[in-house]
């Protein structure tokens, strides 16, 4: 149970391209979830955290016109990276949280995608 | 200002013998603390967590103790095996405004040697 898968796996696209990563709960009901970008050898940086049907809220330093988060329903978040450059070229991740199926013990627990690793050229 | 601290970027331990990775952290907020493996390009994947309510959990070869004084949590792997190779991130959960989020550590790279 509680499997989070991510689409695409990898994505290479030219400069000033919008790129689009889908995150899914294949069987839990994601009331909130996260997104991270990670670079070579450092941890997890959350990117923003999305509940369903709410605005998402970003961390500090992350351009929320460039980072364009959708979490229209309770099994699908978007990320759309606009007007893609170069430095923005790294591995993203989703994690999902079910706080009302999962039962109790598990409510906080995050479980991740795979990822999706970007290119931008 | 890091909170939460993986002091050990690595470790190398033999195969059958135990692996205990640290974790320090400094915020008394935090109230759940969370394992998690990562293998390079592949997202996180849970291990095992504890609620600040309790000192000891344990799932099969993974143990995690909390010792909340001294604001500390391990895991302990039991026996270790190859297959233990990767990166262990420990996670600390605390409410921030009306969201709950997870602080990560930079994680312990985990080498299990045959």
């Known amino acids: 149970g509680a499997v989070v898968s991510q689409h695409p796996s990898w994505v290479i696209c030219k400069s000033g391209t919008s790129v689009k990563i889908e995150c899914r709960s294949l069987?839990?009901?994601?009331?909130?979830m996260f997104w991270y970008r990670q670079f070579p050898k450092q941890s997890l940086m959350l990117m923003a955290t999305?509940?369903?049907?709410?605005?998402?809220?970003?961390e500090q330093g992350v351009e929320k016109d460039k980072f364009l988060i959708n979490h229209a329903s309770l099994t699908l978040s978007t990320l759309t990276v606009t007007s893609a450059h170069p430095e923005d070229s790294s591995f993203y991740i989703c994690?999902?949280?079910?706080?009302?199926?999962?039962?109790?013990?598990?409510?906080?627990?995050?479980?991740f995608g795979p990822g999706t690793r970007l290119l931008v050229l | 200002d890091q909170q939460v601290k993986q002091n050990s970027p690595s470790l190398s331990v033999q195969e059958g013998r135990i692996s205990i990775l640290n974790c320090d952290y400094t915020?008394?907020?935090?109230?759940?603390f969370l394992w998690y493996k990562k293998y390079p390009a592949e997202g996180p994947t849970f291990l095992i967590s504890?609620?600040?309510i309790k000192d000891k959990n344990e799932d099969g070869r993974f143990t995690v103790f909390l010792n909340k004084s001294a604001k500390h949590l391990s895991l302990h792997i039991v026996p270790s095996q190859p297959g233990d190779s990767a990166v262990y991130f420990c996670?600390?959960?605390?409410?921030?405004?009306?969201?709950?989020?997870?602080?990560w550590g930079l994680g312990t790279s985990l080498a299990v040697n045959p």
């Open positions: 994690s999902a949280r079910d706080l009302l199926t999962l039962g109790v013990g598990h409510q906080e627990t995050q479980y």
């Open positions: 069987d839990f009901q994601a009331t909130t």
């Open positions: 999305s509940n369903e049907g709410s605005k998402a809220t970003y």
């Open positions: 915020n008394s907020m935090f109230d759940y």
């Open positions: 504890i609620s600040s």
């Open positions: 996670a600390a959960s605390a409410y921030a405004g009306n969201n709950r989020k997870l602080i």
